[in-house]
Each structure stands twice: as structure tokens, then as C-alpha cells.
């Protein structure tokens, strides 16, 4: 090889790592800048900075352009995604499938359609009592029809709930027919698309994608925890006080950012990671030794309500 061209290969090199230097030092800077404002943008109840880097173990500072990155391709898109701040107006019907179960949707006032069946306002519903059961509030389940079974813990929170002489919402954000519940069901496309294409590749596909499934770290709770503030105007028409269960982290990081007071979040999955557990609530796990991997391998605040049940 002559002397000219080993001059100009290293000449080429120099020039692709300077560039690729400076182009990383302009990501880092946007990164910076669009971390700080997405925490913002809407304003959230749900200080998630605060909420894992208060550990007594460490501190989990914040992969800004990691995060900034994840939100920017999920939520904001090229365009950039403005949040909805006034609430969704609401209106609920009468379950078809379980007696005394009341549904909500987006109100006609929105551009809901318009179906046979009878039309309830919101605030109607959250003022009914049950018979013999005055003195008891309304409670909201919040879930997302997506994944491997939110939907049906869901229906049984309905159960326990209306059993306990609560009126009772099913409040799906799938249901409600908006800009932000097509945001959810275009992630919800990806996450089954790359879980098909997994699949069918078997071997090294579904062992990368099984790992990058068990990478809920700190930071993955914060992408979520963003994507979660996008979704507020979907609960904004609820009283703050009325009890939520939530069987999906993104409806609890919602219910926390709004500010609701008394919220529920069923952890339904039994490998403890960070994005699971929602700050703000009340976080029900299935097992003990669910609850100390999640204190000890995840470094989360002994302050944390974490909460065992046994089913």
C-alpha cells in the first residue's frame, strides 16, 4: 500500500471520528435541552427525577439522551406532539357484558359515535350510590386493552369492586376514541410487531428481544412516566379524590400526574424491574420475594409503598 493512500485512509478515518464526535456532543446538547423540557411539557404531579433518585443506595442520575431519544421516537414524533391540557369530555354505558358495570367513552360533545345505547353523563355516574352502600365512593378502574392480560385483571378489579358496593367506571384509554389513544395503539403495533418478528426468527431474535424486555431500568421508568403525562386529559375530568385502580403502570403514571390522592397500581408482572413501580400510589405486588428483589436489586426507596398480596 503507498505511503499516498495510507495518507488519505487516515486522513478519511480522522475526519469520520471528528465528525462522529461532534455529532454526538450536539445529540448530548439536545438531549440536555429536550429532557428538561419534556419533564415540563405538560406540567405533571409526578416528579419521577425525585422518585428514583432518592434511594438510600444510589442515585440513578438520568441517560438524557437515552431518555429524550426513546420519548421523541414513541410520543412527540418529527413534528413534535403538543399535549392536550383541557380535559376529554366523558359519558358512560351500561356494560353489555357485566351487570351494573358502567363504561366509559368520549362524549358526543368530542365527536364520539353515536350508538343505541343509553348515554350516560360522567358526573351522573360518579354521583350514583348502590343500595345499602351510600357512604361509599365511586371507584375508576383504568386499564389499557393491550398485552398479555391487563384487560382481564381489569375486569376482575370490576368484580371486587362492585362486590365492595362501589359504583364502578371501566375506564379503558383504548375506549376512548382520541388522539391519545392512537398514540398508545401505534406503540402497542411496534411492541407486537417486533414480538411476531421475534418469534418467527426464534434463536438470537427472541433472545435479544427477551433481554431488551427485562431492561426496565430507572431510565425506562421515565420514558414511560413521559408518555404517561401525555395522557392526562384522558382522567382530567375525574374528581382527584376518587379511588383508581390501575392494572397498566402507564394509567397509574397518568392517575400521578394528574395528581390523583388514592391511587392503586396492580404490578402485574412478577420480574421486578423499575418501570413497574409508580410513584404516588399504592404499588400491589403477588410475592415477598418480589418485593425485596425490587427493594435491594433495583435500589428502590425503602419509603416506597410496595404492598404483598397472595392470589
Avoid at 358495570?101 to 353523563?121: F, H, W
Avoid at 354521583?127 to 352502600?133: I, L, M, N, V
Avoid at 376518587?242 to 403502570?249: E, G, L, R
Avoid at 421486578?272 to 433495583?298: C, D, M
Amino acid at each position: 500500500m503507498s505511503l499516498d493512500l495510507l495518507t488519505t485512509v487516515a486522513t478519511g478515518l480522522a475526519v469520520v471520528i471528528v465528525a462522529a464526535f461532534f455529532a454526538y456532543q450536539c445529540l448530548q446538547a439536545w438531549a440536555k435541552n429536550a429532557y428538561d423540557f419534556y419533564k415540563n411539557d405538560p406540567p405533571s404531579n409526578c416528579d419521577i427525577d425525585a422518585f428514583v433518585s432518592t434511594s438510600e443506595y444510589n442515585s440513578n442520575p438520568p441517560k438524557k439522551l437515552k431518555v429524550a431519544f426513546m420519548h421523541k421516537v414513541q410520543c412527540r414524533g418529527l413534528k413534535g406532539r403538543t399535549a392536550r391540557t383541557t380535559p376529554m369530555e366523558l359519558e358512560c354505558v351500561k356494560s353489555p357484558h357485566v351487570e351494573g358495570l358502567y363504561v366509559s367513552r368520549q362524549a358526543a360533545s368530542e365527536g364520539g359515535k353515536i350508538g343505541p345505547e343509553e348515554a350516560i353523563p360522567i358526573e351522573k355516574v360518579l354521583a350514583t350510590k348502590q343500595r345499602g352502600h351510600k357512604n361509599k365512593p365511586p371507584v375508576i378502574v383504568a386499564t389499557i386493552r393491550m398485552g398479555f392480560g391487563h384487560h382481564r385483571i381489569a375486569y376482575s378489579a370490576c368484580s371486587w369492586a362492585m362486590e365492595m358496593g362501589h359504583t364502578t367506571i371501566f375506564h379503558d384509554f383504548l375506549n376512548i376514541d382520541s388522539d391519545e389513544a392512537n398514540m398508545i395503539k401505534t406503540l402497542d403495533h411496534f411492541y407486537s410487531k417486533f414480538s411476531r418478528i421475534a418469534s418467527e426468527f426464534g434463536s438470537w431474535a427472541e433472545t435479544a428481544w427477551g433481554k431488551a424486555m427485562k431492561q426496565g431500568d430507572a431510565d425506562a421508568l421515565r420514558v414511560a412516566a413521559l408518555t404517561g403525562a401525555q395522557l392526562q386529559c384522558l382522567l382530567t375530568k375525574f374528581p382527584k379524590d376518587t379511588p383508581i385502580v390501575c392494572t397498566h403502570q402507564i394509567c397509574a403514571l397518568t392517575a400521578a400526574a394528574v395528581g390523583f390522592t388514592n391511587v392503586v397500581n396492580l404490578v402485574v408482572d412478577n420480574y421486578p424491574q423499575w418501570f413497574l413501580v409508580v410513584p404516588k400510589t399504592l404499588n400491589i405486588t403477588q410475592g415477598e420475594t418480589f418485593i425485596h428483589a425490587r427493594i435491594h436489586t433495583y435500589s428502590i426507596s425503602r419509603s416506597t409503598h410496595l404492598w404483598l398480596v397472595q392470589f
